[in-house]
């Protein structure tokens, strides 16, 4: 497991004056500034040395500038190189913010109309519809994810590793079906924002990337850049690791694969934390590069960080995630793409942002502590406020821990839970968690799936321990499930790339499909070779088997692409 490396980056600005003012109009002291950073010294040590990361980078941003940039851990284990501020990471679906900007200016210029059918502007893009009162898919709900298409593309999809073009992944899905009306279901879809990019490169007269290096990568600084992989990415790219699904339940940890996605406006840029932070730069300026050209207007960039639902507070904008950090609101994306995790913040505000890129897959929790924490400080250092206090941890007995131990089934997930020392390990859907007591019945969440994420124990009116946790309520499995048809047995096993396998598994009378290296969701059946996915990334789809004579699976559509059985 990777140690720390030394830390002096950090040190560095110790002699930088954050020259900002707070809420009274105050200069903030450097003084501030020097111990924001040095508790952030322990809070990256910790995290290099809890060993989820192989190695990340950190920027933080001031309004016009980047008052902190470092690498920590390692880009490559293997030649013990180590991350620096500008080492590259794929980011994920941080570039749909990319991508959104191109299309807003494509608005602006008034080639693409947000309130008008898609396939005005992308005339080759069709898809079946069994809603006959649905209305037309407009661009406003495509970048808010309310337009009721698929998760995934039968080709470019996430499972797709032949590196089609935008256009053949958007043609792919004409005999595919809506899962839902459009503007009726929030459902995040990564072929819906790629049918963005591809309307804004159709009417541009320009391929994505492209486009992007010209009109928003380019204008911005961000020399690191790029939508595609080029000989300069290249040099500076992370290595990257992740977790793969064995069909025994068990994972492997391994060199991810390197291939451009078919849904290259979705998730395929390619960027440096110090880029990312001229990018946030430009949010706080209110459309305005650095040297004060206008690539969009303050009107549009406010409609894009403004919830499109209405009447709500937070959900998703044009591109953005909207929500809040503490009392302050918070423009935002996350990213999690083959080997790599990122996290993009950005609180209008106070104008201060944290970018957090890392080299592993699925590894939202480290990533999700490591910009809690920065953003935390940043504030404390800018405006004198101090982190709102968490609950401390409280020391339960084993008998009492012992209570809530045992085997449970959610809506989508399958949890098993052990006493481990003065804590619960969990282990949900094949994703393990500590479960940290702050109270009697409350817990908190930490893993490489979760940060902080709330737990809280309580029991039914049968007396039954029942559970709370990922957004789910969690009963006892029962101690008797009802006897597995024996067809299904023949639908066990591992289907699809060794890198990123559907493995289908059965729990508590119930299949599983572990999709992603990700989790396992439950499978409802619908008919003898169909199933509905339970709630989570894939909800309202389906997952069919196509069996041979003797009803032997042979493959599985998952995500609308058929997945060969290994």
């Known amino acids: 497991m990777p140690r720390a490396l030394p830390i002096a980056p950090l040190l560095l600005l110790t002699s930088c004056c954050l020259m900002t003012s707070d809420a009274r109009g105050q200069t903030t002291p450097q003084a501030e500034l020097v111990k924001a950073l040095a508790q952030l010294k322990q809070v990256t040590a910790a995290e290099v040395e809890r060993g989820i990361l192989n190695g990340f980078s950190i920027a933080l941003v001031d309004d016009q500038r980047v008052v902190f940039s470092a690498g920590f851990g390692l880009a490559d284990v293997k030649r013990k190189t180590p991350a620096r501020a500008d080492t590259i990471y794929r980011v994920g679906s941080i570039s749909k913010l990319f991508n959104a900007v191109a299309v807003m200016q494509q608005v602006e210029g008034g080639r693409l109309d947000l309130d008008e059918p898609v396939q005005k502007f992308a005339g080759d893009f069709h898809i079946q519809s069994r809603f006959p009162d649905a209305g037309p898919i407009t661009l406003r709900q495509l970048l808010s994810h309310r337009s009721g298409l698929i998760r995934e593309s039968p080709v470019g999809g996430y499972f797709d590793d032949q590196q089609p073009t935008v256009g053949a992944s958007v043609r792919s899905v004409a005999d595919c079906a809506l899962v839902n009306r459009p503007n009726t279901q929030t459902r995040y879809s990564n072929i819906g924002a790629t049918l963005a990019g591809y309307a804004a490169q159709t009417v541009a007269g320009m391929a994505f990337d492209f486009y992007q290096r010209q009109h928003i990568l380019g204008p911005l600084g961000m020399s690191d850049s790029s939508f595609a992989i080029t000989p300069a990415v290249r040099r500076k790219l992370s290595n990257s690791y992740m977790r793969m699904a064995n069909a025994d339940g068990t994972f492997r940890h391994e060199a991810s694969p390197l291939f451009e996605l078919g849904t290259i406006p979705a998730g395929n840029l390619y960027a440096s934390a110090e880029d990312l932070a001229r990018f946030m730069s430009f949010i706080f300026a209110e459309g305005h590069t650095a040297d004060g050209k206008l690539l969009l207007r303050a009107e549009t960039l406010k409609e894009m960080c403004t919830p499109q639902l209405t009447g709500a507070t937070n959900g998703f904008g044009l591109g953005f995630s909207v929500g809040r950090f503490g009392s302050f609101k918070a423009v935002s994306h996350g990213g999690a793409v083959y080997g790599f995790s990122s996290s993009f913040i950005a609180l209008p505000g106070p104008k201060v942002g944290v970018i957090v890129l890392a080299n592993e897959d699925i590894a939202m929790g480290p990533v999700s502590k490591l910009a809690e924490a920065a953003l935390e400080l940043l504030l404390q250092a800018k405006l004198g406020r101090a982190p709102v206090a968490k609950p401390a941890p409280v020391k339960l007995d084993a008998a009492a821990l012992s209570a809530f131990a045992g085997e449970y089934e959610s809506e989508s997930y399958w949890a098993k839970l052990e006493v481990n020392g003065d804590k619960l390990r969990a282990n949900i859907a094949s994703q393990e ?134």
Request: hydrophobic content about 40%; charged content about 20%; glycine content about 8%.
């Open 433 to 566: 968690l500590d479960f940290t007591p702050l109270g009697p019945t409350k817990f908190r969440a930490d893993g490489r799936f979760a940060h902080n994420g709330p737990v809280e124990f309580s029991r039914d009116a049968s007396g039954q321990v029942t559970f709370t946790a990922l957004g789910q309520k969690f009963s006892p499995a029962p101690s008797n499930p009802p006897p597995v048809p024996p067809a299904w047995r023949k639908f066990l096993g591992s289907y699809g790339p060794k890198f990123i396998p559907a493995i289908v598994s059965v729990r508590h009378g119930h299949l599983y499909v572990m999709t992603e290296n990700m989790v396992d969701y439950r499978l409802t059946p619908l008919n003898r070779t169909t199933f509905a996915f339970s709630p989570g990334l894939y909800t309202d789809e389906h997952l069919v088997f196509n069996v041979d004579a003797s009803g032997m699976a042979r493959s599985v559509v998952l995500a609308n692409m058929e997945l060969k059985r290994n």
